[in-house]
């Protein structure tokens, strides 16, 4: 299962620290993802981070946010900096995870992040 946590209420151009924490028999995370859903919009990919910590970011987020990652704890993490009232989402953290006897992809419960003055 995936728990995400650390959303709020902040003003513009201010900061916010996402967690995402993965528990249960876990082998490996090839890949941690964020997501974000704003209202009214589809579900978009913002980041992701392999296990060797290469990333990707949506065009939007892109040198204000970043992704990373700590294997030994299975937790990853998003920081947004400089943050727009149109970063105002909830945001879900997804993960490929492997088990000595399966590989799935789950999702965490979200967290509001709301951008505003």
């Known amino acids: 299962q995936l728990q995400a946590s650390g959303g709020g209420l902040v003003q513009p151009g201010g900061s916010l620290r996402l967690s995402c924490a993965a528990s249960?028999?876990?082998?490996?995370?090839?890949?941690f993802y964020w997501y974000r859903q704003a209202p009214g919009k589809q579900r978009e990919l913002v980041a992701r981070v392999t296990s060797s910590g290469s990333t990707n970011y949506a065009d939007s987020v892109k040198g204000r946010f970043t992704i990373s990652r700590d294997n030994a704890k299975n937790t990853m993490y998003l920081e947004m900096n400089n943050l727009k009232p149109e970063d105002t989402a909830v945001y879900y953290c997804n993960a490929d995870v492997l088990t000595l006897t399966t590989y799935t992809n789950y999702w965490g419960q979200g967290t509001q992040v709301t951008v505003s003055s």
């Open positions: 249960g028999s876990i082998s490996r995370i090839p890949l």
